[in-house]
């Protein structure tokens, strides 16, 4: 079964920075590509970024491009989102999610709970 487990949201003022991270275990992590999509208040869940099984690709939404890199190390079964010069209108909660099938770079299927993320400006 398929678990993927949020940490490192939080409180942080505008123009700083947090780094999410993302436990996943249940099958053989690297040949699976990961993203993060986040809910704010009153819309709906919402692409941020995402990563290929080999770590050989990845994209951005735009609004987050040059402030936010995923990551991941296959060897921890970890994927992580670092976010530097946050807005207050980062704030959201963020979600890791993983593919169905091994080897595709879209269809997420699986989430976590998600962890808060609030940006005070």
């Known amino acids: 079964q398929v678990q993927l487990v949020e940490s490192g949201g939080g409180l942080v003022q505008a123009g700083g920075s947090l780094r999410l991270s993302c436990a996943a275990s249940?099958?053989?992590?690297?040949?699976?590509?990961m993203g993060w999509f986040r809910q704010a208040p009153g819309k709906g869940r919402a692409f941020v970024a995402k990563i290929s099984w080999n770590d050989g690709n990845t994209a951005y939404v735009d609004s987050v491009k040059g402030r936010f890199t995923i990551s991941r190390d296959n060897a921890k079964n970890m994927v992580y989102l670092q976010m530097n010069s946050l807005k207050a209108e980062d704030t959201a909660v963020y979600y890791c999610?993983?593919?169905?099938?091994?080897?595709?770079?879209?269809?997420?299927?699986?989430w976590g709970q998600g962890t808060q993320v609030t940006v005070s400006s």
């Open positions: 249940g099958r053989t992590f690297s040949n699976y590509a």
């Open positions: 999610a993983t593919t169905k099938r091994p080897f595709v770079f879209d269809t997420y299927e699986y």
